[in-house]
C-alpha cells in the first residue's frame, strides 16, 4: 500500500484481557519497528524485524509482550493480560532500507480500563 | 548509545513569528539526524532530515534545521509560522554505522496563536 497502516485506530481493554495490534507496512519494506508512545512523551523503541526475523526486542517492557512477522510483511503487536501501565499510542514503521526512509503508521491508542 | 535532549515541552508564539526547537544530542559515534511533526491524533511525518552534505536542510513548508556537529545540536527555526503549524515535534538521532534504531526526544509542542 501507499503509506503503513495500522489497526484497530482505538483499543479499549479490560485489565487482564489479552490483546493484538497489527501493522501493515509499506509493500517491498524489508525493516519494521514497533514503538511505544506514553502520553506526553516521545516514541519509545519496543522491538526491530527485519524480514521474518526479530533482530532486536531489548525495549519490550516485559514478557507480556511479544510481536511477530511470519511471512516478513504483516507484523502483530500482542499484549497479554494488559496492564493499566500499557496504556499508549503503539506506532508501527517501516523502511526500505537505510537511515533515511522510517515510514510510521497512524497508531493504535490502546487504553486499559 | 545515543541520546536526544528536547528542552522545551511547550513553545507558545504569535502567528508569523519566527520560532526556534531546540534538539541536543549525545553520541560516541557519528549520527544521522531527523525531525518529525505529529499532529493531533495522527502518527509521525518526517519533516526534515541530516544525513550528511551541507549542514543546513530545509522542509517544503518553510521549516530548516542547521547540524552543528561541535555543540551536538539541531535546531529547527521557521522565519514565520502558520496557526496550522500548531503540533509536537520531534527529534530523533540514529548512528550512522552498525545497527541502530531511532530514538526520539520527549517532543516540543508548538502552540501558534492568532
Known amino acids: 500500500g501507499a503509506g503503513v497502516s495500522q489497526s484497530p485506530r482505538y483499543k479499549v481493554a479490560k485489565r487482564g484481557q489479552d490483546v493484538a495490534l497489527r501493522c501493515d507496512p509499506i509493500s517491498g519494506h524489508v525493516s519494521l519497528f514497533w514503538y511505544q508512545q506514553a502520553l506526553g512523551q516521545g516514541p519509545e523503541f519496543l522491538t526491530y524485524f527485519q524480514n521474518e526475523a526479530q533482530l532486536d526486542k531489548s525495549g519490550l517492557p516485559s514478557d507480556r509482550f511479544f510481536a511477530e512477522r511470519p511471512e516478513g510483511s504483516v507484523s502483530t503487536l500482542k499484549i497479554q493480560r494488559t496492564q493499566q501501565e500499557d496504556s499508549a499510542v503503539y506506532l508501527c514503521?517501516?523502511?526500505?532500507?537505510?537511515?533515511?526512509?522510517?515510514?510510521f503508521g497512524s497508531g493504535t491508542r490502546l487504553t486499559v480500563v | 548509545a545515543q541520546s536526544v535532549t528536547q528542552l522545551d515541552s511547550q513553545v507558545p508564539v504569535f502567528e508569523e513569528a519566527p520560532v526556534e526547537l531546540r534538539c541536543n544530542y549525545s553520541s560516541s559515534v557519528s549520527v544521522y539526524l531527523f525531525w518529525y511533526v505529529q499532529y493531533p491524533n495522527q502518527g509521525l511525518q518526517l519533516l526534515l532530515k541530516?544525513?550528511?552534505?551541507?549542514?543546513l536542510v530545509e522542509s517544503i513548508n518553510g521549516f530548516e534545521a542547521e547540524f552543528n556537529k561541535s555543540q551536538t545540536s539541531f535546531h529547527l527555526r521557521k522565519p514565520s509560522v502558520h496557526i496550522s503549524d500548531t503540533a509536537e515535534y520531534f527529534c530523533a538521532v540514529i548512528m550512522n554505522s552498525g545497527y541502530s534504531t531511532l530514538t526520539f526526544g520527549k517532543g516540543t509542542m508548538l502552540l501558534v496563536s492568532p
Open positions: 514503521a517501516s523502511s526500505a532500507q537505510g537511515a533515511g526512509g522510517y515510514t
Open positions: 541530516y544525513l550528511s552534505g551541507s549542514t
